[in-house]
């Protein structure tokens, strides 16, 4: 019943900008914490961001704190990461991700979305 569908990904190049989003259903939107991971091949799945319940508490990695920003809109069930100053070792394919409290680690959400494939060329 819970869907959480990002979009927004694709391929540019270092230093231009993404925006992603993440559009939830099937939940109360406005009662999950959400995040954003990602994971590169080879390497596991890692924090990037996550914003409480209405914008109050929001945490960021140290690798992309200054140049991503991640917000919601509550009365339109959408997460959303904005990527500036992107760079190769940003490339990875982007999760969204809700939880009940507010945890930093992927084992703590409990629903995740497909993801989106972003990638950074030099």
């Known amino acids: 019943q819970v869907q959480l569908v990002e979009s927004g990904g694709g391929l540019v190049q270092a230093g231009y900008s993404l925006r992603l989003s993440c559009a939830a259903s099937?939940?109360?939107?406005?009662?999950?914490?959400m995040g954003w991971f990602r994971q590169a091949p080879g390497k596991e799945r890692e924090f990037v961001a996550a914003?409480?319940?209405?914008?109050?508490?929001?945490d960021y990695s140290n690798s992309v704190k200054g140049r991503f920003t991640i917000s919601r809109d509550n009365a339109k069930n959408t997460v959303y990461l904005q990527m500036n100053s992107l760079k190769p070792e940003d490339t990875a394919v982007y999760y969204c991700?809700?939880?009940?409290?507010?945890?930093?680690?992927?084992?703590?959400?409990?629903?995740w979305g497909q993801g989106t494939q972003v990638t950074v060329s030099s």
């Open positions: 099937g939940l109360t939107f406005r009662n999950y914490v």
């Open positions: 991700a809700a939880s009940r409290n507010y945890y930093t680690t992927p084992g703590r959400y409990d629903y």
């Open positions: 914003v409480s319940w209405a914008n109050r508490w929001i």
